[in-house]
């Protein structure tokens, strides 16, 4: 009974040390800043704009819109 605590108690941490990583291994976190979110790969890469959060497809959306508008008045 005790092996099996054990085991589940190692497991439980190693599960829990395991961060994001990318399609090469390398760890990152995401960041929200001003309803955008933001890649945080380290000292090494710094941040980077995801371009797919809900406020920038909202606002890209509009501008679309107004493009489409500007494009039929010509």
Do not use: W
């Not at 605590?5 to 990583?21: D, W």
């Not at 929200?32 to 979110?37: F, G, Q, R, T």
């Not at 704009?49 to 008045?73: M, T, Y």
């Amino acid at each position: 009974m005790k092996k099996i605590i054990l085991l589940a108690l190692t497991a439980l941490i190693m599960v829990g040390c395991l961060s994001k990583r990318d399609s090469n291994g390398v760890p990152y976190d995401v960041h929200v800043i001003d309803s955008c979110e933001y890649i945080d790969g380290g000292h090494a890469y710094g941040l980077g704009h995801k371009g797919n959060c809900k406020f920038c497809k909202e606002r890209r959306q509009k501008e679309l819109e107004e493009l489409v508008i500007k494009l039929k008045d010509k």
